[in-house]
């Protein structure tokens, strides 16, 4: 039995030398993910609520907020409260006044497909969030 394996394996290869080498050998690229950078926590931080019209799954809706807000440099933390189309974010205080701040995560969040806006310049007691990786 091994021994008519073992013939069958030599052809079969015998037969791959035989065959002509491919007319082009296209490259196939290489996607090497960028390391995660742990981000400094600011001294002092700011909160703000964001209030997001169409923010309503669980699960996608805030998955496409968070990419759309981690190339957003002042966003330091996120949470997500779905139930009430709610987004809430952390960014270092020193950056400036809310208003001013929050411009670009509100561009970023409609870009995503969401109508934003400031609802408060603070979080709800409960409101849990994570540090954005980026």
Known sequence: MRAALLTVLLVACSH?????????????????????VPIAKPAELSHV????????????????????????KQVYELGFDPANESIFVSYDATL????????????????????PWLAKESWPDDAKAQVVQR
Do not use: Q
């Open 16 to 36: 791959d030398r035989d065959a002509p080498a491919p007319a082009s050998v296209t490259p196939v690229p290489v996607v090497v993910a960028k390391p995660v």
């Open 49 to 72: 609520t964001i209030k997001a019209l169409g923010m309503y799954c669980e699960e996608s809706c805030p998955m496409r907020v968070r990419y759309a807000l981690a190339e957003v």
């Open 96 to 115: 400036g006044a809310p208003k001013a701040v929050t411009k670009p995560m509100l561009a970023a969040i409609k870009n995503a497909g969401f109508d």
